[in-house]
């Protein structure tokens, strides 16, 4: 339940006062929180998902990492995107 | 047992697994805190590589392996009421409560929604503003500042019906907790990196240093694991006892300020049970002053629920490692992931659950108290 989903930040989503960013994880765009950032990320950016929120921002290397611990868990990719906020602490 | 060559980097397994096999000389219990860990050492077998004398202890790092009976059945309380949509992350649904689950609520109707954010809560809930919507809050400090932010939002937008059902717990009074049981068997910890990026590292030099024990913040893939191992073994055998970072990616020692200022504000700690450990003063957070409209516990009225554990299950046990899953008699029998006692054995980071999904029946039984060192 704790780690989390790595996605890469497409833009910001106009209107929601600079706090929902789009990103693509594993070719599907969510939106995604980033109140919990000390700076919005720009795009391209690599960040960590957790729960709806980017947690922390990342690279390409700690974005597979992250993605393979999910797929360690047992959680395919897919369902890691849908369903999951993944395993912990 | 498993083969070296199943691990994502062979060379650097076996260098690593050499050197602990070369520091070794005394017999060692190191409790790995986190369920992800848990899994992998499992999954990999990196307990059945160790040297002897080393023994892996798998700790209370499993969020819905904690969560206590009685939270479980305040919210089936809540989520059978009509005017209520009750929403969970998945893995909950199947959490046996005294007499049911939050599947059985949903499948005799009731609204019960898994989410993928607490923020999808809020959404359903200024969707739907002719009914309660409730959050099952649970959790490490990894969790938290998603509920946190949650409620804070739900706050500044105004949304009477959302409310969260906390039941959010800390992973260093816990350690504390564990060092201060006359049964324990623990001499080294290995902590989990993605929680000090939460909270950073503060607290744990300072439970290092008061009970004399080594604490080594590293990841969840097996190659962490054994350079946790690693540091572990030679704080142990050098007679030091330090707090160190072997997570392949930093931690910064103060966390993620904007997450901890949101913690500040909209949580307090408070005393917490964890399901099988029972009562650990200061172990957990409520929501604070500011926030206690939002606290479903109180919205709803079911702070008068109180549950004892099943007699059965023994997961309490395992949960404190002082016993395996498979030296419980109802392991594989009566209790199975399909029909699970107890939470351990249904969340894919309990031990139980673990044990069970790779067929970990050959693990040497737990040893008795004092025969750790």
Known sequence: MCLGIPGRVV??????????????????????????LDEAPAPGQWVLIHMG???????????????????????PRDDAVLDHPGPGP | MKYLDEFSNPDLARHLLDQIHAATTGNWAIMEVCGGQT?????????QLLPEGIEMIHGPGCPVCVTPLEVIDKALAIAERPDVIFCSFGDMLRVPGSSQDLFRIKSRGGDVRVVYSPLDALTVARENPDK???????????????????????????VPNFSLLVSHVLVPPAIAA????????????LAAGHVCSVMGTAGYPELADRYRVPIVVTGFEPLDILEGIRRTVLQLEQGRHEL???????????????????LEDVFEVTDRAWRGIGMIPGSGWRLSDAYREWDAEARFDVGGIHTDESAICRSGEVLQGLLKPHECAAFGKECTPRNPLGATMVSSEGACAAYYLYRRLDTPATRPVGAGA
């Open chain 1, 11 to 36: 833009g910001m989503v106009p209107g929601f006062g600079d706090q929902l960013a789009l990103v693509e994880v594993e070719g599907a765009a969510r939106k995604v929180n980033i109140g919990l």
């Open chain 2, 244 to 262: 160190e970072n072997a997570y392949a990616r930093a931690v910064p020692a103060a966390g993620n300020p904007v997450a901890r200022r949101m």
């Open chain 1, 53 to 75: 929120f980017a947690v922390e921002t990342t690279d390409a290397a700690g974005a597979e990492t992250a993605m393979s611990g999910l797929e360690m868990m047992g959680r």
């Open chain 2, 39 to 47: 899994h992998s050492i499992i999954r990999h077998g990196i307990d």
């Open chain 2, 178 to 189: 564990i060092m201060e049981s006359p049964s324990c068997r623990v001499q080294g910890f």
């Open chain 2, 132 to 158: 309660q919507v409730v959050f099952f809050g649970i959790g490490f400090e990894t969790t938290a500042p998603a509920n946190a932010m949650t409620v804070y939002q739900a706050k500044r937008l105004g």
